[in-house]
């Protein structure tokens, strides 16, 4: 059973260029979370999916941020006219479709510098 | 509001030593969840294990503990016999009732287990 992917891993890009992230949940979990961690800091909600409808955002995601889940399986998070302030892990977590309490299980995150 | 502090920003012991991470959480959900994760070097989330409000039973798994105390809203994790390969960055995490799907993270205890 293979867990959740993302790529790329790492993305360098420079301010003003827009970039594309995709995750791959585990194959049998409907929901799909996205959520970005700072240095030194702990993961933040940004949005989830369950199947294609994305059920929440937070504030943290500018007009500058799009997530899609087109068909319900991978996701991507696209972010426009990066900013270095957007440099960061993008974590990408999918869970079971038992509710909201299920275990959410993380890929290896895409990391974005933004120069 | 939810949060959870993790008040310990680094931790350092030598191999073989029991190491304590504290994790105090606020919430005013009656129902809710908490994690531990753990994130190693390579930055990929690794679940370790989840409670329920209604269950405060201590939890052991092999060299691990958890301690849940309501009354302290406390959610503590200890290691016993530490090895060098539990050097990460662990996270305490809360999702209430009220926060559908959205993890609460702390800003996690960076351990270092020294040989």
């Known amino acids: 059973d293979t867990g959740v992917s993302q790529n790329p891993r790492h993305k360098i890009t420079k301010r003003g260029q827009n970039v594309t992230f995709r995750c791959d949940p585990i194959s049998e979990h409907n929901r799909l979370y996205w959520y970005r961690q700072t240095l030194g800091q702990g993961p933040e909600f940004l949005t989830y999916?369950?199947?294609?409808?994305?059920?929440?955002k937070s504030r943290l995601l500018s007009d500058r941020f799009s997530a899609e889940r087109p068909k319900g399986s991978f996701s991507t998070l696209e972010i426009q006219r990066t900013e270095q302030g957007d440099s960061a892990m993008y974590l990408c977590a999918s869970s079971l479709d038992g509710g909201a309490w299920e275990t959410q299980y993380f890929g290896p995150g895409t990391r974005l510098l933004v120069l | 509001a939810q949060k959870v502090t993790q008040a310990q920003t680094e931790i350092s012991v030598v191999e073989k030593e029991d190491v304590t991470l504290d994790c105090v959480y606020e919430?005013?959900?009656?129902?809710?969840?908490l994690f531990w994760y753990k994130q190693p070097p390579s930055g990929e989330l690794v679940f370790l294990i989840r409670r329920n409000s209604f269950d405060e039973q201590n939890e052991i798994s092999g060299r691990y503990s958890w301690n849940f105390q309501k009354s302290t809203s406390s959610f503590n994790f200890t290691i016993t016999a530490s090895q060098v390969v539990d050097s990460a960055v662990y996270f305490c995490a809360l999702l209430g009732s009220s926060n559908t799907g959205k993890l609460i993270f702390g800003q996690g205890t960076t351990l270092q287990v020294k040989p």
């Open positions: 999916f369950q199947n294609e409808a994305q059920l929440e």
């Open positions: 919430t005013r959900d009656t129902t809710y969840y």
